[in-house]
């Protein structure tokens, strides 16, 4: 199992009926914290929308190196964290958590040197 995927079972209100992670693990902690901040916002203030039982967050992703996080439902708590969440993961390995910085190689990435020395030697 990712890593990813123990947000599932942490967050329930949060991901309920949501497909799945379309990034790497290194960017869990970003998103625990992120899911904890919204998950307890949409429980004090949007007790209407945790009634609802329809999906919360529709899509988690990387794009263009960073973090994307689609929700059906927004405020404007939301919407700073989640901004504020994205911002942050321009710094952050998407493989493993550590500090990164941009790769461009083909494709936009941002990876810590470890990891990005990894994938170099994987393609060879």
């Known amino acids: 199992m990712k890593k990813l995927e123990q947000l599932l079972d942490r967050y329930p209100l949060l991901y309920r009926g949501f497909p799945g992670f379309e990034c790497h693990d290194g960017w869990y902690d970003l998103l625990d914290e992120l899911s904890a901040t919204l998950e307890a916002h949409l429980k004090a203030h949007h007790p209407e929308w945790v009634a609802g039982g329809e999906p919360v967050v529709q899509q988690v992703k990387e794009k263009f190196a960073s973090l994307r996080f689609?929700?059906?439902?927004?405020d404007e708590v939301i919407d700073t964290a989640i901004r504020q969440a994205e911002e942050r993961s321009y710094e952050t390995c998407e493989r493993c958590g550590l500090p990164g910085q941009l790769i461009?190689?083909?494709w936009y990435r941002i990876?810590?040197?470890g990891c990005y020395l990894?994938?170099?030697?994987?393609q060879r």
Do not use: F, V
Request: charge should be negative.
């Open 70 to 74: 689609y929700m059906a439902l927004y």
């Open 104 to 106: 461009e190689s083909g």
């Open 111 to 113: 990876r810590c040197e």
């Open 118 to 122: 990894m994938e170099q030697e994987q």
